[in-house]
């Protein structure tokens, strides 16, 4: 089992800067790749980035593309989210997730932290 703890969430103004982190913990050897989702009320999940950490591979919705970057500390088995110029679309509950080799689908998930951007 791996477990995801996140962090970073709050309020700020529209055009300003947060950084989220997650944490594994537990059987982090077998994570593949973390990814950043978010959600907000009445709407399905949608993925946000992700991190492979072998291949160092990154990805980011078209909506987050130039605005948030993905990075990690595979010593601390920690993955960031930098999110610059937020926009108040950008406001969700944002979610942590993790994947082992082979998997389709993330599997392991965090609490989620809130984001807020007022406009």
């Known amino acids: 089992q791996v477990q995801l703890v996140e962090s970073g969430g709050g309020l700020v103004q529209a055009g300003g800067s947060?950084?989220?982190?997650?944490?594994?913990?537990?059987?982090?050897?077998?994570?593949?790749?973390?990814?950043?989702?978010?959600?907000?009320?009445?709407?399905?999940?949608?993925?946000v980035a992700a991190l492979t950490w072998s291949l160092a591979i990154t990805d980011y919705a078209d909506s987050v593309k130039g605005r948030f970057t993905i990075s990690g500390d595979n010593v601390k088995n920690t993955v960031y989210l930098q999110m610059n110029n937020l926009k108040p679309e950008d406001t969700a509950i944002y979610y942590c997730a993790a994947k082992k080799f082979g998997w389709d689908n993330y599997g392991y998930w965090g609490q989620g932290t809130q984001v807020t951007v007022s406009s």
């Open 18 to 47: 947060l950084r989220l982190s997650c944490t594994a913990s537990g059987r982090t050897f077998s994570t593949y790749a973390m990814g950043w989702f978010r959600q907000t009320p009445g709407k399905e999940r949608e993925f």
